[in-house]
C-alpha cells in the first residue's frame, strides 16, 4: 500500500512544478541555486521565527463546493530584487492585479499557465496584488489511484475540494520558496485545511472561516476540504512542545478518528526518539472521496476507503508521518537524486517488517529484489537519476533499491553509528536542502570511515551485481575442515561483503566473503563436515537474483516495456474489458498481437477460461496450476516458457468477472499467481524460490 502514497509538498510539490512549467534542464539548474540559497525552511514551529523567505504570500479565497467555484485575493510581498516570474492557472479570470500600484500588464500564456514577467527592481520590498475567480473542475470520484496521481486541476464538489499546488490555483511567483498566510471561506458544513499552523477558526451564519500560515519558506501550496467532522487531541513532543494531532474525517469513517489520533501519536514519539524533534507543531489526518495518497508537511491526505483498509495505520500512515523529517523537515536536493523516498521506506515500512519478526523481514527484502529482478536491461537508472515515483521501475528503485542501500550501510557499520549518524545528518540539515554527498559525509564523520566507494557504486551506477557461486569444495586440515569457495561477478566489478552460510553435519555457520573482483577464490575453515555452501542466505545484498532464484511475478510482465498482449476474445463486453484490463496492468496502451501464434516476447494473454485452456494446448504450454484451477470467478498466473521468456495469464469466468479485475489486479505484481472472487481478492502467493547452494561431496 506504500506503492500508492505520493509525497507532494515541500519542494517535493514545487520541482515538479518548475518541471512543467520550465523545461528539464532550467529544472536543474533551479535546483541547485536553491541549494545553494536556502538556508533553512519550516511551517508551523515555533522556533523557526528567525528564518525568513524573500516571498510572503498572503491569500484570502472562498469558495463554493457545490456551485464549483472559486474566488481570491492575493497580495505577494517579493523581498528580493531579482527578476520575477508571476504564474496563475490559465482557467481563472483575473479581476485585478497591480504591482507596485501600477497595472501589472498583459500575460503570456504556455499550456494551462499564465505568466507574466517582473523585471528586477533594486528598490525592495515589492508588492503584487491579484483579484481573481474561476471555475473548478467536477470531482470525479470514480478515477482510481494512478489517475487521481495523474491528474493537476483544481476540482470540487460537495463532497470534497482538492486544489494541488500543480493546477495554479493561486497566484505565485515560479522559482521561488515562499511563506503564506491563507484564510479560507467555505459554506457552512464545509471545512478546509492547507499545511501549517491552524491560526483560528470560527462558523456563524451560514460561513465557515479558518485561517492558516506557514511562516517559513516552502514550496508550495495545496488546498483540501469537504464536510468533515474534525477530531483534535493534544500531545507534548520531546522537551513539552505542544503538538496537536486532527482528523479531518468525512462522517462515514468518523468513528476511526481516536485510532488515526493514538497511531499518529506513536508514530512522532517513534520518530522524536529516532531522529529528533517533531519539526512542527501539528499532525493532520485529511480523507479524500476519491482514492488518493498524498503527502504534506503537518498532514497526510487519504482516500476513504485508504484510510478503511485496517492496515494502514501499521504502514502507510507512519510512512506519511515520517516524511515530516526526510522530505518535509530536510528536503532533497532533487538535482542530485532523491534519497528522502528511500530512507523513508528504510525507516517505516521496512522497519515495522523489522519489527513484526525477521521472517516479515526477510520477505519484504525478497520482495524487492523480485521486483528487481522484474525490470528488464535498460529499465532502472542509478539512484542519482531518481527524483520522484512515475511508474512501477522508478519506484522499484528510487524506494526498494534505495531502503536496501541503508540497510547494507547500517549492517556495514553498526545499528548504533548508523543511528548516531541519522541524528547527526537531522542536526546540521533539518529545514536545509540536502543531498546524498550530504548524507555520506554525516555517516563518514560519525563512523570515522572513508564511505566513497560504497557510496559512488551504489548511486552512481545503474543495476546492480549478478552473483554466481561458481564453487565449493572442503579438505581436511587439522582443526576440521577447509572449505575453498569461488565467487564471480559481472565487470566492472562491484565491492561487496557477500554473507553466505556453511550447512555442516554440525549445524549452520556463517561468514561474510569480501569480494572485490570479477573472480576470487576465499578459503577458510569450519570444525564440522561441511556438506553445502549457500549464497547470501538472507537476501541481504542488493543483486540481480538468477532466474530460479526469482521466478516470475506478474510485475515482470506490467513494467517490461517490450511486454505484447495476446487478446482471446475477438468482439464483444470481454474484448473490451480484456483491452481495458491489459492497459491497466501495463499503464499504456497495450501492444496488441496476433493470437494464432506463441509471441516471441514477454506476454500477457487475457481471455475467458476456455479460451484460454484452448490457447495453452494449442501452443503446448501448462495448463492453469491446480492451485488456481476451479475457484473464484477469475485468476491470474505467470509461468516460464522452456526458451525463458515469461508469460502471464488472465482467465475469468465471463466478461463481467474479467471486467472485476480492472481496479485490483494491478496491485497484485509481486505475487506469482491471484485468484478473484468478483473484485475481491481470495488467494495469492508467489512460486518458491531456490537459493544459489552448492552441495560440497
Known amino acids: 500500500m506504500i506503492s500508492m502514497m505520493k509525497q507532494t509538498t515541500g519542494l517535493h510539490a514545487f520541482f515538479p512544478r518548475v518541471f512543467r512549467e520550465m523545461g528539464a534542464m532550467l529544472f536543474f539548474i533551479l535546483a541547485n541555486l536553491i ?63 497591480r504591482i507596485d500600484g501600477s497595472s501589472l500588464g498583459p500575460a503570456a500564456t504556455s499550456g494551462n499557465m499564465r505568466g507574466w514577467r517582473i523585471h528586477g527592481e533594486q528598490q525592495i520590498p515589492r508588492r503584487i496584488e491579484m483579484h481573481w475567480r474561476g471555475e473548478l473542475a467536477p470531482l470525479d470520484a470514480s478515477l482510481d489511484h494512478q489517475q487521481t496521481l495523474g491528474r493537476n486541476e483544481p476540482a470540487s464538489s460537495e463532497a470534497g475540494t482538492f486544489l494541488p499546488d500543480s493546477s495554479g490555483w493561486y497566484p505565485y511567483i515560479a522559482g521561488k520558496l515562499a511563506s503564506y498566510r491563507v484564510a479560507i471561506e467555505l459554506p457552512a458544513g464545509q471545512r478546509g485545511i492547507v499545511a501549517g499552523r491552524l491560526i483560528e477558526e470560527s462558523e456563524s451564519g451560514e460561513r465557515y ?178 527524483t520522484s515515483r512515475t511508474h512501477g521501475a522508478t519506484q522499484i528503485v528510487g524506494y526498494n533499491k534505495a531502503a536496501m542501500v541503508f540497510l547494507m550501510l547500517r549492517d556495514l557499520l553498526g545499528r548504533d553509528t548508523f543511528d548516531r549518524a541519522l541524528h547527526a545528518f537531522w542536526r546540521e540539515q533539518r529545514f536545509r536542502i540536502a543531498s546524498w554527498a550530504d548524507l555520506q559525509r554525516a555517516f563518514e564523520t560519525v563512523s570515522g570511515r572513508d564511505l566513497r566507494s560504497f557510496f559512488d557504486q551504489w548511486l552512481s551506477r545503474p543495476g546492480a551485481p549478478a552473483l554466481v557461486l561458481a564453487e565449493a ?49 576465499f578459503t577458510f575453515d569450519v570444525h564440522n563436515k561441511p556438506l553445502e555452501v549457500i549464497l547470501d542466505p538472507d537476501l541481504r545484498l542488493f543483486r540481480r537474483l538468477k532466474s530460479d532464484e526469482a521466478p516470475p511475478i506478474l510485475r515482470q510482465i506490467m513494467v517490461d516495456r517490450t511486454t505484447v498482449t495476446v487478446l482471446l476474445p475477438e468482439s464483444g463486453e470481454a474484448r473490451n474489458a480484456a483491452e481495458t484490463l491489459a492497459t491497466k496492468l501495463q499503464n499504456r496502451a497495450p501492444k496488441l498481437v496476433a493470437s494464432d501464434k506463441l509471441p516471441a516476447a514477454p506476454s500477457v494473454v487475457i481471455g475467458l477460461r476456455d479460451q484460454v485452456d484452448a490457447w495453452l494446448a494449442k501452443n503446448k504450454l501448462p495448463e492453469r496450476p491446480e492451485i488456481v484451477a476451479g475457484k473464484g470467478s477469475a485468476e491470474a498466473w505467470t509461468l516460464s516458457r522452456s526458451d525463458g521468456v515469461t508469460l502471464a495469464v488472465v482467465s475469468a469466468r465471463d466478461a463481467a468477472s474479467l471486467a472485476a479485475l480492472t481496479r485490483p489486479l494491478p496491485h497484485y505484481g509481486r505475487q506469482s499467481y491471484v485468484v478473484f472472487e468478483d473484485a475481491k481478492m481470495i488467494g495469492r502467493g508467489a512460486w518458491p524460490t531456490r537459493a544459489q547452494a552448492v552441495k560440497i561431496d
Open 209 to 386: 472561516r479558518a485561517r492558516f500560515e506557514f511562516p517559513s519558506p516552502t514550496g508550495g501550496i495545496d488546498l483540501m476540504a469537504g464536510p468533515y467532522t474534525v477530531e483534535s487531541r493534544g500531545m507534548r513532543g520531546t522537551g513539552g512542545k505542544p503538538i496537536q494531532l486532527r482528523t479531518y474525517f468525512h462522517r462515514q469513517i468518523a468513528d476511526l478518528a481516536p485510532a488515526y489520533l493514538d497511531a499518529v501519536k506513536g508514530y512522532i514519539e517513534l520518530y522524536e526518539s529516532w531522529v529528533g524533534e517533531y519539526p512542527f507543531t501539528e499532525f493532520s489526518v485529511v480523507s479524500s472521496p476519491t482514492p488518493t495518497g498524498f503527502g504534506m508537511p503537518t498532514l497526510t491526505y487519504l482516500g476513504i476507503e485508504v484510510l478503511r483498509l485496517p492496515f494502514i495505520r501499521a504502514t502507510s500512515l507512519g510512512h506519511e508521518v515520517l516524511h515530516n523529517w526526510w522530505g518535509n523537515g530536510v528536503y532533497p536536493d532533487y538535482a542530485r537524486g532523491n534519497w528522502s523516498e528511500g530512507l523513508t521506506t528504510f525507516m517505516a515500512d521496512y522497519a515495522y517488517k523489522e519489527r513484526e519478526s525477521p521472517e516479515a523481514a526477510r520477505e519484504m527484502r525478497r520482495g524487492w529484489l523480485r521486483d528487481f529482478a522484474a525490470l528488464a536491461p535498460g529499465q532502472d537508472a542509478p539512484l542519482t537519476t531518481f
Open 473 to 521: 569444495k572442503r579438505a581436511r586440515s587439522d582443526s576440521g575442515h577447509v572449505i575453498t569457495v569461488a565467487l564471480e561477478q559481472g565487470t566492472p566489478a562491484y565491492r561487496l561483503r557477500v554473507p553466505v552460510a556453511i550447512r555442516t553435519e554440525g549445524g549452520e555457520e556463517f561468514r561474510t566473503l569480501d569480494l572485490e573482483s570479477a573472480r576470487q577464490v
Open 35 to 97: 541549494a545553494t540559497s536556502v538556508s533553512a525552511a519550516s511551517g508551523g514551529t515555533p522556533d523557526a521565527s528567525d528564518v525568513h523567505a524573500e516571498v510572503q504570500y498572503d491569500i484570502t479565497v472562498q469558495i463554493d463546493p457545490v456551485g464549483r467555484k472559486i474566488e481570491g485575493r492575493t497580495v505577494i510581498t517579493a523581498n528580493t530584487p531579482d527578476e520575477l516570474t508571476l504564474m496563475l492557472g490559465r482557467r481563472f479570470e483575473v479581476m485585478h492585479a
